[in-house]
């Protein structure tokens, strides 16, 4: 199964902070990620599809690059609505993977 | 507006089965594949099986053969998750996800807990 490695599993900032969350991929899976945000209690909800394109409704400011095996979710000016936990997944094959996810946390 | 909405978990004992099921609504229910996608307590995100919009073709995560089954009913909207010896550790929210490769529509989940 293709492993995802995304760092950092915790990261504190701060309203109006530019953050930007990695996932490194076990082998290459071109541009085959999706990006979610998931809040307590909630369902994930997907904000960024093969690797840069942004789901319909997504603000914005998320944006996401990369191909191969290094992926990136950027935030450019955090919001309040966005201390959350991000999750990258690959999609590349069956059995999709996902990272173990970031809690972004408010600083 | 695409909904999914789950059902059926609860509280089975350590080799008990359970069926799981997802109406679906809002989306041309055959066309897609759908995904189950679970998360144990206080844990990350977890892929679990998929089917195709067909039914034919299946797929599982390693630590589910043999004892989950994925289908589906095209006439009713609905895909299930048959799950069976369960064990402690398949303790977790089960959503159903459409698979769009990116899973782009979730259920809000429902709980299974495996417990003696």
């Known amino acids: 199964d293709i492993q995802m490695t995304q760092s950092p599993s915790t990261l504190s900032a701060s309203v109006g902070d530019r953050v930007t969350i990695t996932c490194r991929a076990s082998?290459?899976?071109?541009?085959?990620v999706a990006w979610y945000q998931q809040k307590t209690g909630k369902a994930p909800k997907l904000l960024i599809y093969?690797?840069?394109s942004l789901e319909s409704g997504a603000p914005s400011r998320f944006s996401g690059s990369g191909s191969g095996t290094e992926f990136t979710l950027t935030i450019s000016s955090l919001q309040p609505d966005d201390f959350a936990t991000y999750y990258c997944q690959q999609y590349h094959s069956y059995s999709y993977t996902f990272g173990q996810g970031t809690k972004l946390e408010i600083e | 507006e695409v909904q999914l909405l789950e059902s059926g978990g609860g509280l089975v004992q350590p080799g008990g089965s359970l069926r799981l099921s997802c109406v679906a609504s809002?989306?041309?229910?055959?066309?897609?594949?759908m995904s189950w996608v679970r998360q144990a307590p206080g844990k990350g995100l977890e892929w679990v099986s998929a089917?195709?919009?067909?039914?034919?073709?299946?797929f599982y995560t390693d630590s589910v053969k043999g004892r989950f089954i994925v289908s589906r009913d095209n006439s009713r909207s609905t895909v299930y998750l048959q799950m069976s010896d369960l064990r402690a550790e398949d303790t977790a929210v089960y959503y159903c996800?459409?698979?769009?490769?990116?899973?782009?529509?979730w259920g809000q989940g429902t709980l299974v807990t495996v417990s003696s």
């Open positions: 809002g989306f041309t229910f055959g066309t897609y594949a």
């Open positions: 089917i195709r919009g067909s039914g034919t073709i299946t």
């Open positions: 093969k690797a840069s």
């Open positions: 996800a459409k698979d769009n490769n990116a899973l782009d529509y």
């Open positions: 082998q290459s899976i071109s541009t085959w």
